[in-house]
């Protein structure tokens, strides 16, 4: 049976790493220089598990606080998209921290967009799967808001469409900043309803 993923040619290096250790003190992350991915995701992190409780972002299949597959364990973003964001909000650099970055790449193109079961490999053989856009939310505004007074109203519009996706561990490692990671891809075409 052949291979049904596909490794691209573009390879990405790890910048920052992070963990959201209380949410209810905020959605800032604790920077690392080090992490080790579980099946739980990274080791330490709040959002972190093999469940979850739905939220809105899922109001369309399940109601509310009702368990479900922890599809949400690391939020990973781009190291050039957080710079097109700071440079929108007027800004020299915006701290991944303040937005709760579990893992900021560097190097790979359109990484908001990647596509639902694309994943992320280090070298030491550490996979994460891509669920999908991570959408920004006024929450992480207001911890840029409270950093940065005055930008945190910009955020959401300034972060749209680069704000990352959310993805799953799907095999354990260590993780450490400078790691390089391999973009793999589903073979597959874009999905293209009739009618």
Same mark, same amino acid.
């Given at each position: ?20 250790t209380n949410r209810s003190a905020g959605p800032a ?9 579980? =099946? ?17 972002? /899922? ?41 709760g970055a579990s893992i900021v790449i560097e190097g790979i193109p359109d ?18 799967? /891509? ?36 993805? =799953? ?11 390089? /990671? ?8 874009? =999905?293209?309803?009739?009618?």
């Amino acid at each position: 049976m052949p291979d049904i993923y596909e490794r691209t040619p573009h390879i990405g290096r790890i910048t920052f790493l992070g963990r959201v250790t209380n949410r209810s003190a905020g959605p800032a992350s604790e920077p690392l220089e080090t992490a080790r991915l579980t =099946w739980e995701g990274i080791e330490g992190e709040s959002h972190g598990g093999l469940t979850r409780r739905a939220c809105i972002r /899922v109001s369309t299949l399940h109601p509310e606080a009702v368990e479900i597959r922890n599809t949400r364990q690391l939020t990973i973003l781009s190291a050039e998209e957080i710079a097109e964001t700071a440079r929108e909000l007027g800004m020299d650099v915006l701290d991944p921290a303040l937005m709760g970055a579990s893992i900021v790449i560097e190097g790979i193109p359109d990484l908001t967009y990647l596509p639902p079961s694309a994943r992320l490999q280090t070298a030491g053989g550490a996979t994460m799967v /891509v669920d999908g856009v991570n959408h920004p939310c006024v929450i992480t505004g207001k911890s840029v808001e409270a950093a940065h007074p005055g930008k945190g109203v910009g955020y959401k519009p300034a972060a749209m469409h680069r704000r990352g996706v959310v993805a =799953w561990a799907e095999r354990p490692g260590e993780l450490a900043l400078g790691d390089e /990671v391999t973009l793999t891809v589903p073979k597959q075409r874009a =999905w293209a309803p009739l009618g």
